[in-house]
């Protein structure tokens, strides 16, 4: 089990949730934020604190956020274009810093503004 972030986060990017995780296990792209499926430990700390709501258990069985499980995997798992690896699983956000890329999923959506 693990906390997610979704679409709410796109191109919003406030980041408060960042100095909640005690286990800096919440990686940045470049339109939305990623929480690493195994890093979390499932605290619910940074929940609370997004102010556009973003940020859900996968115990919640969102619709909503439902896209967004099996993309925080792929964003870790798969290698990111300008990347020759995939991210994997490297014990924090701090050893990659920002990854200013995003998941496939996450490219191909349109612009915020324009969600319907
Ligand atoms: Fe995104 Fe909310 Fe964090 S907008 S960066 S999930 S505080
Ligand atoms: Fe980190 Fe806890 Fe959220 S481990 S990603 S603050 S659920």
Known sequence: MTFIIGAACIDVMDRSCLQECPVD????GARKLYIHP????DCGACEPVCPVEAIASDR???ED???FV???VEFFQSVLPGRVNP???PGGARSTGPVGVDSRY??????????T
Do not use: Q, T
């Open 87 to 89: 991210i994997g699983s």
């Open 38 to 41: 195994v890093e979390c430990v």
């Open 65 to 67: 956020f439902a896209p």
């Open 25 to 28: 296990s919440i990686y940045e």
């Open 106 to 115: 996450v490219r191909e959506l349109p612009p915020a503004g324009s969600f």
């Open 60 to 62: 919640d069985e969102d």
């Open 70 to 72: 099996a993309d925080a």
